[in-house]
Every structure is written in structure tokens, then in C-alpha cells.
């Protein structure tokens, strides 16, 4: 059965006083699309470019702590987040060094930190949206599918890269949401070591 986004949109509002799982489901995306992160700075290793990804490597690691240990205590103050928002990506640059998706694994980091600061659902479906973009415009990038009519979309929706993104999501706010208590710690590994492996298959089919 086909998953859309906005039935993912829906089991985020469906959760959204679940703060701690849907932060983890969060970070799970935001893992999956580091890779693409990674292979930007790879190519790109001005000093700025290296002070960009050390702060963003550093901002996700702090996000997982956070969401591991139910804490604020490695939160990002207000000063930081606006100055990690500073270093963003902008699009035509990383158009022009060929890694598109790159913007959208750094702008994750940046929503999922806003969310657990906010705990405002409009920022994790925002975050959640960027995964799913992310695997939406490679599928019509790379296979030519057309865009212009609601059956384009449909069928770009259907596509295996697509849905397995969207189903993943669904998975992972569902498994973060029923962990107890005393478990949530050791669901918040699984789920960073599984997105972990994910990440390195996230456009394949």
C-alpha cells in the first residue's frame, strides 16, 4: 500500500505531544541524509567549508545526545542555532559542486535542533519534508519523470526510492512512540544505527 506525505504529515500531528520520539524520528532523517553532507565537504574544504561541516557534524551529535537522554542539557542556545543557520548552503552552490541533496541534509540538522528548542509540529514535518524532497526531486532528476500534472506526482510518489523514504518515516515515529520509558534510550540506538546503514541506500532502489 502506497505511503504519501501527507499521511506521514498526519502521524506526526497524530503524535505531535510525543516530543522526545518525533525528535528521534527527526534525527533519524537527518542521519540518512548526512551522507550527502559528507560527500559535499569531501570536495569542499576551504577553512569556511571546514568550520561549516565540524559545526553541523557537531550540532547532529548533539541532537542524538539530547534525544537519547530526554535532556535539554546539549540544546542549542539561541546565539548558536542563528549562527549554525548562518553557515546553510545555499542551493547554487551546491548545485554547482554537483551535491543538491546536501542543502537539504544541512537544512535538516538546522529544523531538527529548531524542533526540540520549539517543540513546534510545523518544524518537524518541515524536517520531515526535506527527506522526502530529497528522494522526490532525485527520482525526477535522475529518471526524467515529468512534474506538471497530479498524476505526475502520483507516479513519482509510487516510485520504490519515494516510498521506501515516506514508509521509513512511518516506521520510525511509530517504533520511537511505542518504546516505554526504560527503553527509550536503546530505540534511539537502533534507530540512529539503522539510519546509519539506510543512509548509504537512500537513492537506490
Known sequence: ???????????????REERWAIACCLAACTQRLNP????YFLQNTTVEDVHRFRTSQDVLARIWTCVRERSEVELLQV??????????????????????????????????????????????????????NAVDNFVVNNFNYPTKTDEDERLIVAHPIVQKELQRQMRDLRQACAAPRDQFSMVCAVLRDRALQEGRTVFSE
Open 36 to 39: 550527502q553532507l559528507q560527500k
Open 1 to 15: 500500500m502506497l505511503v504519501s506525505f501527507g499521511e506521514v504529515s498526519s502521524e506526526f500531528n497524530r503524535f
Open 79 to 132: 546565539e548558536e542555532q542563528e549562527e549554525f543557520e548562518h553557515l546553510l548552503l545555499a542551493e547554487d552552490v551546491a548545485f554547482a559542486a554537483g551535491h543538491p541533496y546536501a542543502v537539504d541534509a544541512m537544512e535538516s540538522i538546522a529544523l531538527t535542533s529548531r524542533y526540540l528548542s520549539s517543540e513546534d509540529i510545523r518544524e518537524a514535518i518541515a524536517t520531515s519534508e526535506h527527506s522526502y
